[in-house]
């Protein structure tokens, strides 16, 4: 049974950093390209960026580029998001994602989701 389990969320101020964990269980983890998304209230869910199995090159939203970093790591089974210089507008929902594509196009392509974490940027 695959599970992914994220932690971290929680209250920071504007500019503030946060770093998000997501624990993956129950596959093959260096096979899976692995994805973070948010989601707000009464939206979809908004793509972040993801990292890539094959390479690991790391991909990224324009609204978080720069300021969001993924990484992974292959023995603690385990990709975090590194998140800086936050704003109100990334207050939300966050999900990890994985996907066996190596370049993975939409939210469709990704067949296991986390639970989410909240995130609040709040002053």
């Known amino acids: 049974q695959v599970q992914l389990v994220e932690s971290g969320g929680g209250l920071v101020q504007p500019g503030g950093s946060l770093r998000l964990s997501c624990a993956a269980s129950g596959l093959v983890f260096r096979l899976y390209t692995m994805a973070w998304y948010r989601q707000v209230p009464g939206k979809g869910r908004e793509f972040l960026g993801y990292s890539s199995y094959r390479d690991g090159r790391a991909l990224f939203a324009d609204s978080v580029r720069g300021r969001f970093t993924i990484s992974r790591d292959g023995v603690k089974n385990t990709v975090y998001l590194q998140m800086n210089s936050l704003n109100f507008e990334d207050t939300g929902v966050y999900y990890c994602?994985?996907?066996?594509?190596?370049?993975?196009?939409?939210?469709?392509?990704?067949?296991?989701w986390g639970q989410g974490t909240q995130v609040t940027v709040s002053s």
């Open positions: 994602a994985a996907s066996g594509r190596a370049r993975p196009g939409d939210s469709y392509e990704y067949a296991y």
